[in-house]
């Protein structure tokens, strides 16, 4: 079944926790707008997804060597629960995975692969036509820390999501070469600054990060070139802090996956 869609007009905070209530990763098309200017279903938004991160963390713990195989010799009494328990071993196993994925990386490299995985997981934001109210955008890029000199009038999508770290905004703007994508991922001060610019490649795409705001922020395009290109027009439109003069600039390819 289906949600029903609230005109935006007279979509209001109830309505707004009760979807998020529903469904954390899923919000209607009024309910994503109400969330822009709303910063009390902000502040709700980031408890909720600090809560499913929490439960995502819990899962994440250290598999004991030979787990999945007792589990399974233990079912053999059950003939009935054998598979349902194979896909319990197996889901832990790759909760520990996913966890460990990044354990290995350099900083730079660990907020490029995860600005990239984040876009391929939101493919839908790349499909947006709806057209973001500049003073909205502003809104959304101050609570980060930034500070807007020119109108972003290109933005068609803006959405708060749970990132490492906390809960960033996750924004697509039009540029004249096609889309990109701004992530702005909260980080701790000291992490923050000693991040380097950094332009890159992976998984076929081109990312851009750099220090700013309230932590990083990477932008996704469809190559290298059109990445760092993006990122030079936020820059003449927005002031990123005093954070972004801390690092030095380099240039990775972090190893494909």
């Not at 500049?134 to 020119?150: I, T, W």
Request: charged letters at 20%; a neutral charge; glycine letters at 8%.
């Amino acid at each position: 079944m289906s949600r029903p869609e609230h005109p935006a007009a007279a979509f209001n905070c109830i309505d707004f926790r009760r979807e998020k209530l529903a469904d954390p990763r899923r919000l209607s098309e009024a309910a994503e707008e109400h969330l822009i200017g709303c910063a009390a279903c902000q502040a709700f938004s980031r408890r909720i997804n600090a809560g499913e991160r929490t439960l995502q963390q819990a899962v994440a713990v250290e598999v004991p060597e030979g787990l999945a195989d007792r589990i399974l010799a233990g079912s053999r009494s059950r003939v009935a629960q054998p598979l349902k328990l194979w896909a319990l071993a197996a889901s832990v196993v790759a909760s520990v995975g996913i966890g460990v994925q990044y354990a290995y990386r350099t900083p730079g490299q660990q907020n490029i692969e995860l600005a990239v995985e984040h876009v391929m997981h939101e493919p839908e934001a790349l499909m947006s036509s709806r057209q973001i109210e500049p003073q909205r955008v502003a809104q959304v890029l101050e609570s980060f820390g930034a500070e807007v000199k020119l109108p972003l009038t290109a933005v068609r999508y803006v959405k708060l999501c749970p990132v490492p770290g906390g809960t960033g905004w996750h924004i697509v703007f039009d540029t004249g070469h096609g889309p990109a994508t701004l992530l702005l991922m909260p980080q701790s001060r000291e992490r923050a600054a000693a991040t380097r610019i950094i332009t890159a490649s992976y998984r076929n795409m081109g990312v851009h990060v750099e220090p700013g705001g309230q932590g990083v922020f990477a932008v996704v395009a469809a190559d290298e070139t059109r990445a760092r290109a993006a990122a030079d027009m936020l820059h003449r439109h927005v002031s990123w802090g005093p954070a972004a003069a801390l690092a030095d600039e380099e240039h990775v390819r972090p190893p494909r996956s």
